[in-house]
T-cell receptor, first 115, second 114 residues
Framework: DARVTQTPRHKVTEMGQEVTMRCQPI?????VFWYRQTMMQGLELLAY????????DSGMPKDRFSAEMPDATLATLKIQPSEPRDSAVYFC?????????????FGAGSRLTVL | SQKIEQNSEALNIQEGKTATLTCNYT??????LQWYRQDPGRGPVFLLL?????KEKRKERLKVTFDTTLKQSLFHITASQPADSATYLC?????????????FGKGTHLIIQP
């Protein structure tokens, strides 16, 4: 089965450190999403890309978060500097895009703990 | 602002019965509504999609209804099994030609008792 691959699966870091999470979308999927999940807020959309171009990143704190797609096989989410409130599970998802609905395939997530 | 409400309390159902989960929304006119299943430590998995002009969709033991007047979707699992225990998320999407991201509810935790 085709799958979305995320690394790292777990990350523990100190406040102020830079954190980079990586995602390999399903080959042929042209739409990539970044979500953050916490118990309090549930799944929050941070940013998403179509054909590597950012479509919306309004859900992302711009001062410390950045998302990019250096190429079609890699999406990155960077937090610099990290803060304890960034502790969450970060999910990447991809979809085949098009004019209709986006049906998402999620990765297993990156669990981030900022001390 | 857009709001999606799912029952935050766990839903306990006896094995073999029908489980019914509710998704209500406000300040939104979604073109599509989707249901996902999430198991602990894993990402959500797509189950069903229903369009705004569809009333009902079925897939094996699953059934989804979509009432755009009530702004509500119901998700049914018939002949429920302990393996159906998971968190179920509803997600809404606009009709922006795929330019809208999916907005998710917080999910309902379903427990099927043997």
């Amino acid at each position: 089965d085709a799958r979305v691959t995320q690394t790292p699966r777990h990350k523990v870091t100190e406040m102020g450190q830079e954190v980079t999470m990586r995602c390999q979308p399903i080959l042929g999927h042209n739409t990539v999403f970044w979500y953050r999940q916490t118990m309090m807020q549930g799944l929050e959309l941070l940013a998403y890309f179509r054909n590597r171009a950012p479509l919306d990143d309004s859900g992302m704190p711009k001062d410390r978060f950045s998302a990019e797609m250096p190429d079609a096989t890699l999406a990155t989410l960077k937090i610099q500097p990290s803060e304890p409130r960034d502790s969450a599970v970060y999910f990447c998802a991809s979809a085949s895009g098009g004019a209709g609905a986006n049906v998402l395939t999620f990765g297993a997530g990156s669990r981030l703990t900022v001390l | 602002s857009q709001k999606i409400e799912q029952n935050s309390e766990a839903l306990n159902i006896q094995e073999g019965k029908t489980a019914t989960l509710t998704c209500n929304y406000t300040n939104y006119s979604p073109a599509y509504l989707q249901w996902y299943r999430q198991d602990p430590g894993r990402g959500p998995v797509f189950l069903l999609l229903i369009r705004e002009n569809e009333k009902e969709k079925r897939k094996e033991r699953l059934k989804v209804t979509f009432d755009t007047t009530l702004k509500q979707s119901l998700f049914h699992i018939t002949a429920s099994q302990p393996a159906d225990s998971a968190t179920y998320l509803c997600a809404l999407e606009g009709s922006g030609g795929g330019a809208d991201g999916l907005t998710f509810g917080k999910g309902t935790h379903l427990i099927i008792q043997p």
